[in-house]
């Protein structure tokens, strides 16, 4: 009788190999990771501290103007035990800080129209049409940039004063946006560079005209561009100090930055230190407030061009 022996057991399932390359090979990977991980807390510590330098000084500033003058000199540091809105008042009425205002908003507000307007049609002209002397005039705005506007007070004063525009507030506008077309014109021209130009051919073959097919179909397709450069610009001319001074040396017509000067000097000597803080955010007010609302149009516009 023949016997039939038991199968012989299969041999186990052996894995891969893990070969002395391959276990050298994960290090690297994990040495990255580590070196990421150093770099993305280190990032986050210093993005933390600039924030607190920031904000701590303007936090300080808001609490003391809320606070009197005995409070302000004897514990600065602590929260105000009665909230003072008078000091608001007599900064406001007393050291003639709405006029200062007014003048500003008037000042800056067409200067701001001005700018824009032009720069967008230079950068505009100068991103899309090919013309003789088209590299010479952009660096002509870029070349403007980097003039130093101290060496251009002296001849500014007197071009200004032969114009009959001195102490004017519509002098001071054409100033301004001629101090702030250079920057201006080089943001939106690389910024109209980006833009497509397979929309402008379709509007000139529906019939459009230049003029048209700027303001109507180029114009809004630059919309988180001309944010950004608008709330730039906006900074600069609200925060400018050296060109009024300069140019406006009428009490009735001076600007904000002139009038917190004079309220330093003023009230430093009667002691009103919270009237003074109390100016001080007033100033400030206008300029948070446009870089909350438009914080994310700014950051678009500063990456849209590197996007597309």
Do not use: C
């Not at 991103?127 to 705005?141: I, K, Q």
């Not at 014109?185 to 497509?196: I, K, W």
């Not at 005209?209 to 561009?225: C, K, W």
């Amino acid at each position: 009788m023949k016997t039939t022996e038991p199968p012989a057991p299969l041999p186990a399932e052996r894995g891969p190999a893990v070969t002395k390359s391959d276990t050298t090979g994960a290090r690297p990977g994990r040495r990255k990771e580590t070196e990421g991980a150093v770099l993305n807390v280190f990032s986050h510590g210093v993005l933390v501290i600039w924030a607190i330098l920031v904000v701590l000084p303007l936090a300080w500033a808001v609490m003391t103007s809320f606070k009197d003058d005995n409070s302000i000199l004897t514990s600065p540091w602590s929260l105000p035990t009665r909230l003072h809105f008078d000091n608001w008042s007599r900064a406001w009425t007393g050291a003639n800080m709405s006029d200062y205002f007014l003048n500003t908003v008037l000042v800056v507000g067409g200067s701001l129209i001005g700018t824009m307007v032009l720069g967008s049609m230079a950068a505009y002209v100068l991103a899309r049409f090919d013309f003789p002397g088209n590299r010479f005039v952009y660096y002509l705005f870029v070349g403007g940039m980097s003039f130093p506007v101290m060496l251009a007070l002296v001849p500014l004063f007197y071009v200004v004063n032969n114009m009959g525009l001195l102490n004017t507030i519509h002098g001071l506008i054409l100033v301004y946006i001629a101090y702030s077309l250079p920057f201006t014109v080089f943001f939106l021209t690389a910024f109209f560079r980006t833009l497509p130009t397979s929309v402008a051919e379709a509007a000139f073959v529906d019939g459009a005209s230049h003029s048209r097919t700027f303001f109507q179909i180029m114009l809004p397709m630059a919309r988180p561009g001309l944010i950004s450069v608008a709330i730039f610009n906006f900074l600069g001319q609200w925060n400018q100090y050296m060109l009024p001074t300069v140019l406006n040396t009428d009490p009735d017509k001076k600007v904000l930055t002139q009038g917190l000067v004079q309220l330093a000097v003023s009230q430093g000597y009667k002691g009103d230190w919270s009237g003074l803080f109390a100016g001080l955010v007033m100033a400030m007010l206008p300029v948070l407030a446009a870089y909350i609302v438009f914080q994310r149009q700014v950051v678009s516009g500063l990456t849209a061009g590197a996007l597309k």
